[in-house]
């Protein structure tokens, strides 16, 4: 086991999971002296009643009276401080989020212009610049995949500069998640597919990027084995209530690895894609996963390969040999990519140039490559990246990511020591 | 009770380090004004600030560097001119016009956009004698980020370039994630900048 030099590890997020998990928010809000709660959600979610399940669910112990359902696809620091301002308006005391990342972030982002007053979210922007305990925060995902209700960062984005920026805090932390499978019910086949991918993705960077830790690897090996078994399942089965609350809980836990490690170039590369093109978080990291395992290959590939063995099982993992792990981790993940575009029609995206919105038009036009390129120098998951990735690094990946080639792995930049977690 | 019986103590052990800090901190303060007027790639990095910018990198607590009691009784130009380490801190600037100018180690009057400061002394010294990367560093939580995050991996980048400037490539590669290969970074450049930077940042 690798035990680094120093690492620091904190989840203290109170979790609740189960089939009947909403019923006990009344009384949980309760004991935190909250009584006059903010729900904040999209437009999304009140359309597929979802609110209405919280609300039969909490019944009339909990009055659910404030909501504000105007949080879209990519927050911004704006929408935060209407938020903050709407709370203030109401005299409310706590926040609910219902919804995927975007609605967690915002909630986490409205909290702290809440709680420590001001005007505007943009105050409080870097690293531990929140130093004091906020209002209660209560969190139910409605996809599995971000891991958003158990990390200390809130990912906001800021629309005149076009990037997203990172709020980091153990104060950020929400103080409850529930996790309920009839929240991710009627989440669709391709939403399913990439949300859940998203989580495979933080577990795996979380466990071979630079900020590992034993702790944190074992949520993330947990995490990989859940998803793993669970996803195409219920990717065919959307009935499957097990299956989903399985992947709920594999979000979770990758949510706890990765929050406690950072994440690296696939994050890094998926922000910014993101941020200038507005491809689903998801969708970016299911793509990237294997080409953010191939370019670190060179650094950390041993580690990598222990990869393998929660994600293909004991057998596979003993049947090859040490030196191939890495490449049959990559080769799985990215069957697995193709498995999914299988079950959901091809509606699960493998390539970048495999992106369409909803006219059919290309999401990410390949003139834009060396624009996201240089964008990649602006976003905090490149410290954590073990391999140092410059904007023509970036640009490798992204070509053969867009074309759908595997990395071409002797074009990498190398010549850095042993990586030192 | 007197207070005034109860004076503040300040730290002053470890001086080897502090003095070593310090000067550490000045070199990469001056160099870095130098390499944004010798250094395209530096010069576009630091485009990236916004004008009228001012950095920080500073060692926590601020005022225990020895010094700093007799610094107050010397000319102001002395501090001002860096000539004297008046804490261990070092400030940059981007003016108007977009020049790299280093301001030194007091912070009296100046607003500063950008903290980033070592925990102590110790969690300096690992990084400035290249016994962690900077990356390493900011994994091991060494360092604290007072502002825009975005500006401080500008910083980051143009750090990681002075340092391949300023040292030998056996302690350059302790420092930087990965050390360039001629393809990226000409020996040319890198060693005619080498000189330019040492003599300019020593001389004036």
Same mark, same amino acid.
Request: hydrophobic residues 45%; glycine residues 6%.
């Given at each position: ?56 669910? %909490? ?20 929408? %935060? ?86 709020? %980091? ?96 170039? %696939? ?155 | ?70 610094? *107050? ?22 003016? *108007? ?55 401080? #991996? ?11 400037? #300023? ?6 590669? #302790? ?30």
């Amino acid at each position: 086991m690798l035990l680094p030099g120093f690492y620091d590890f904190c989840c203290r997020v109170r979790i609740v999971s189960g089939q009947n998990a909403l019923e006990k928010i009344p009384a949980m809000l309760k004991k935190m002296k909250a009584h006059t709660p903010l729900v904040v959600t999209d437009k999304g979610v009140v359309g597929a009643g979802l609110v209405d399940v919280v609300r039969d669910a %909490v019944g009339k112990e909990l009055e659910i009276v404030n909501v504000f359902d105007n949080v879209p696809v990519d927050s911004d620091y704006k929408i %935060v401080d209407e938020v903050a301002k709407i709370y203030r308006q109401k005299n409310c005391d706590s926040i609910i989020a219902i919804g995927g990342g975007s609605v967690i972030d915002t909630a986490k982002g409205a909290n702290i212009v809440a709680s420590l007053g001001g005007e505007t979210l943009l105050d409080y922007e870097g690293f531990s610049a929140v130093k004091r305990k906020l209002n209660p925060l209560v969190v139910i995902p409605t996809t599995a995949g971000t891991g958003s209700e158990m990390t200390l960062v809130a990912v906001i984005a800021d629309p005149d500069r076009k990037i997203k920026m990172l709020f %980091v805090s153990y104060f950020i932390l929400p103080d409850l998640a529930v996790l309920d499978p009839r929240m991710t019910k009627t989440l669709p086949d391709f939403l399913t597919a990439s949300t859940a991918m998203d989580a495979m993705t933080h577990a795996c960077e979380a466990y071979y990027c630079l900020e590992k830790n034993p702790l944190s690897d074992s949520f993330a090996m947990r995490a990989i084995k859940i998803i793993s078994e669970n996803l195409l399942k219920v990717v065919k089965n959307p009935a499957d209530m097990e299956g989903r609350l399985a992947l709920a809980n594999a979000s979770t836990m990758a949510g706890v690895a990765f929050s406690n490690s950072m994440v690296g170039l %696939v994050h890094n590369l998926g922000h910014t894609i993101g941020a200038i093109c507005h491809v689903p978080h998801g969708t970016a990291m299911s793509i990237l996963l294997p080409y953010g395992m191939e370019y670190n290959m060179h650094r950390c590939g041993e580690i990598i390969g222990e990869i393998l063995l929660p994600l293909a099982g004991p057998e596979v993992y003993a049947q090859t040999n040490k030196k191939e792990r890495p490449e049959k981790v990559v080769e799985l993940i990215r069957k697995m990519n193709n498995d999914l575009y299988e079950a959901t029609g091809g509606r699960h995206s493998r390539y970048l140039n495999e992106i369409t919105d909803k006219n059919g038009a290309q999401v990410v036009p390949e003139s834009l490559l060396p624009v996201i390129a240089q964008a990649t120098m602006q976003d905090g998951a490149r410290m954590a990246n073990p391999e140092e990735c410059l904007p023509a690094d970036a640009m490798l990946v992204l070509e053969h990511a867009w074309q759908g080639k595997p990395l071409d792995r002797s074009k990498v930049n190398k010549g850095g020591t042993k990586v030192k977690y | 009770m007197n207070i005034n019986k109860y004076p503040e103590i300040h730290p002053g052990k470890k001086l080897f380090k502090r003095v070593y800090v310090a000067i550490m901190l000045w070199t990469v303060g001056k160099a870095i004004q130098v390499a944004a007027k010798v250094d395209k790639e530096v010069k576009e990095e630091l485009a990236k600030l916004p004008d009228n910018f001012t950095l920080r990198m500073m060692v926590a607590p601020e005022k225990a560097f020895p010094l700093f009691f007799y610094a *107050k009784t010397l000319p102001a130009f002395v501090v001002d001119k860096g000539l004297l380490f008046y804490g261990i801190q070092m400030i940059l600037h981007k003016d *108007k016009e977009g020049k790299i100018k280093y301001l030194g180690a007091d912070p009296k009057g100046k607003k500063i956009d950008l903290n980033i400061v070592f925990k102590n002394i110790e969690a300096a010294w690992m990084v400035l004698s290249f016994q962690e990367s900077t990356a390493t560093a900011y994994m091991h939580d060494r360092f604290v980020v007072e502002g825009d995050l975005v500006h401080s #991996l500008t910083f980051v980048r143009v750090l990681d370039i002075v340092e391949i400037f #300023l040292l030998p490539k056996i302690i350059a590669k #302790l420092a930087v994630k990965r050390y360039p290969k001629w393809a990226e970074m000409s020996p040319l450049r890198k060693f005619v900048k080498r000189v330019v930077i040492y003599i300019r940042a020593y001389t004036f």
